[in-house]
């Protein structure tokens, strides 16, 4: 069975941290497109930060240097580490894989993502 599943969310004061993973389940996350992204009620779903298959990370501005994110291939999960968080930071966050392109040389919109967990939700306040 294919899917991939969040954990790691909760509530934090600002300034705390938390890491969030994603386990994948049938498939090696190094070897496609993955990417991390967020949601508030209202709004649309935004990338917080992607690796494409070639180990090539691209975080978004309003979280460079706070937030990171991480492949442990041989557990087939991927982790964000999230730092300095602020109440901004609260969203419901997503992990989501381009599945079945092992060559991804991406960036790629979200649109190409065809794989999404349930989500986990982070609350900063």
């Known amino acids: 069975h294919v899917q991939l599943v969040e954990s790691g969310g909760g509530s934090v004061q600002p300034g705390g941290s938390l890491r969030l993973s994603c386990v994948a389940s049938?498939?090696?996350?190094?070897?496609?497109?993955m990417g991390w992204f967020r949601q508030t009620p209202g709004k649309e779903r935004e990338e917080v930060a992607s690796r494409n298959s070639l180990g090539k990370i691209v975080v978004t501005d309003s979280v460079k240097g706070r937030f990171t994110l991480s492949v442990a291939d041989a557990e087939d999960a991927l982790y964000l580490h999230m730092d300095s968080l602020q109440p901004e930071d609260t969203a419901m966050y997503y992990c989501?894989?381009?599945?079945?392109?092992?060559?991804?040389?991406?960036?790629?919109?979200?649109?190409?993502?065809?794989?999404w967990g349930r989500g986990t939700q982070v609350t900063v306040s």
């Open positions: 049938q498939f090696k996350v190094s070897h496609y497109c």
């Open positions: 989501a894989a381009r599945f079945g392109y092992s060559v991804c040389t991406g960036p790629i919109g979200i649109e190409l993502y065809n794989l």
